[in-house]
């Protein structure tokens, strides 16, 4: 027992900068300015601003920023706050089947290193990178998960790491650390499915629990060393006894998996990529406009169509329901000929020919659909003069096999700067692009956090 905790726990303590390939460091800088983007845009979305109020509110010592913002609360309540604006618009990375992992990992690291007085960008690179592989590493498949959130269960594993790595815990403290954040993994999908706020919470929350395990193990809090592979541990409760240890620890060090990060092309779920993306393709190969459109309709797998696929209601918070609908995707591709983060505003929400439109759009669950992947689509577009346009895809835009280019990526950054209600100065944006760029050359983190600030 303890073999496959003792060699995770090992990676984390040990791996420094120098051991992470290029391609790993490549692929997180990416991941970095994804989410510096995506909490500059989603600061001022809907409750975000009360979640920085209520930190704010509650005071303490003020030991991490909160970004965009300003102010200085305790750690753990500004990684809350920047992992919930960070996730806000649900535009960061992502990993299939629905782990976000660097909203809250990122916003986890940056606190820790204003918590222990800085560190250099190359020790702030080997943090998220190591605490992004890790999550991977143990992130499940979606019968597993079977509803719980995967970024609620997976990520408190990343954030964690990050925060042990940066604070400079011990061997045993970094196992405590990780074994507490065992304790803290949870979460359902229901918030998705119902279009709450709670999705942006989740993920606040574990950024939270990154500090808090950390923290908790540098003072000696123990947690269950059999936090893998005990009686009740990982493997066995989130697993369902279907993981192989092997898995996890088999390469662990020198075949990197963070190749497997999800980067989105527009802005919603990475399960309604896939539909944006054809039926954008087909309006501009066949030439038909909105207004052409007699019916659609799209097969998914099962769980894709569980997360996006059911029928469209403004509801209560449209924002958070148009992201997370298939229907409201496709007619807003439709009308719009793209798929913008402004696209996903009440007011463009509920614009009535697009709520026309997402009546005549039907998505259809199958289970011969696994079997082509994730994100496979079969999508048959009927003409009002009885035409069909037929397109199938097996990979959508930004998942691994179907990458973003460098370019795609500089444009999601400047999509986020241009969406932001309160937008940064044009210098900052500058400086941050290229701070990011040559992330492991910068003496000490801290200095990004001032170009992340309105005032």
């Known amino acids: 027992m303890m073999e496959t905790e003792g060699r995770l726990v090992d990676y984390v303590y040990r791996t420094t900068f120098g051991d992470v390939p290029d391609m790993a460091l490549k692929l997180i800088k990416n991941q970095v300015l994804a989410v510096l983007g995506t909490t500059i845009a989603g600061a001022s979305a809907e409750g975000c601003e009360t979640i920085v109020e209520l930190e704010k509110e509650l005071g303490g010592r003020a030991e991490a920023s909160i970004l965009?913002?300003?102010?200085?609360?305790?750690?753990?309540?500004?990684?809350?706050?920047?992992?919930?604006?960070?996730?806000?618009?649900?535009?960061?990375?992502?990993?299939?089947?629905?782990?976000?992992?660097?909203?809250?990992?990122?916003?986890?690291?940056?606190?820790?290193?204003?918590?222990?007085?800085?560190?250099?960008?190359?020790?702030?690179?080997?943090?998220?990178?190591?605490?992004?592989?890790?999550?991977?590493?143990?992130?499940?498949?979606?019968?597993?998960?079977?509803?719980?959130?995967?970024?609620?269960?997976?990520v408190p594993f990343a954030s964690t790491a990050a925060a042990a790595k940066i604070l400079r815990l011990s061997e045993k403290e970094t196992w405590n650390a990780l074994a507490l954040a065992f304790n803290r993994c949870g979460g359902s999908f229901q918030a998705n499915v119902d279009g709450s706020l709670a999705v942006r919470v989740i993920e606040g929350w574990v950024a939270e629990t990154g500090l808090t395990c950390a923290r908790l193990a540098r003072r000696g809090i123990t947690g269950p060393a059999n936090f893998l592979e005990g009686v009740y541990g990982y493997f066995h409760l989130f697993g369902r006894d279907r993981v192989a240890a092997e898995k996890v620890v088999s390469g662990l060090g020198t075949e990197y998996q963070v190749g497997k990060l999800v980067f989105k092309k527009y802005p919603s779920c990475g399960a309604t990529q896939g539909s944006t993306e054809v039926i954008l393709n087909l309006m501009a190969e066949e030439g038909f406009q909105a207004d052409d459109v007699g019916h659609v309709d799209i097969t998914v797998p099962p769980y894709i169509y569980k997360l996006v696929g059911h029928p469209f209601h403004v509801g209560n918070n449209p924002k958070v329901n148009a992201q997370f609908s298939i229907r409201y995707c496709v007619a807003n591709a439709l009308v719009r000929k793209g798929s913008r983060l402004a696209h996903f505003e009440e007011d463009a929400i509920t614009n009535p020919q697009i709520l026309a439109l997402v009546e005549k759009i039907e998505v259809i669950s199958d289970t011969a659909m696994d079997v082509r992947g994730h994100t496979a689509l079969d999508m048959?577009?009927?003409?009002?003069?009885?035409?069909?346009?037929?397109?199938?895809?097996?990979?959508?835009?930004?998942?691994?096999?179907?990458?973003?280019?460098?370019?795609?990526?500089?444009?999601?950054?400047?999509?986020?700067?241009?969406?932001?209600?309160?937008?940064?100065?044009?210098?900052?944006?500058?400086?941050?692009?290229?701070?990011?760029?040559?992330?492991?050359?910068?003496?000490?983190?801290?200095s990004l956090i001032p170009l992340l600030m309105l005032e």
């Open 68 to 154: 965009i913002h300003g102010g200085k609360v305790p750690a753990g309540q500004a990684a809350f706050a920047n992992g919930v604006m960070a996730r806000a618009l649900d535009f960061c990375d992502a990993l299939i089947p629905g782990a976000h992992i660097g909203s809250a990992t990122i916003s986890a690291a940056l606190a820790s290193a204003e918590l222990t007085g800085g560190c250099t960008g190359a020790d702030f690179l080997a943090a998220v990178t190591v605490g992004t592989e890790v999550a991977i590493r143990l992130n499940l498949g979606e019968s597993q998960y079977d509803g719980f959130d995967p970024t609620g269960v997976c």
């Open 380 to 446: 048959c577009v009927v003409t009002k003069d009885g035409k069909e346009h037929m397109r199938k895809m097996d990979i959508a835009p930004g998942f691994p096999g179907n990458f973003l280019t460098k370019e795609e990526h500089l444009q999601r950054f400047r999509d986020c700067v241009g969406f932001a209600a309160k937008p940064l100065p044009e210098e900052n944006i500058d400086r941050i692009m290229d701070a990011v760029e040559h992330l492991e050359t910068i003496n000490d983190i801290r």
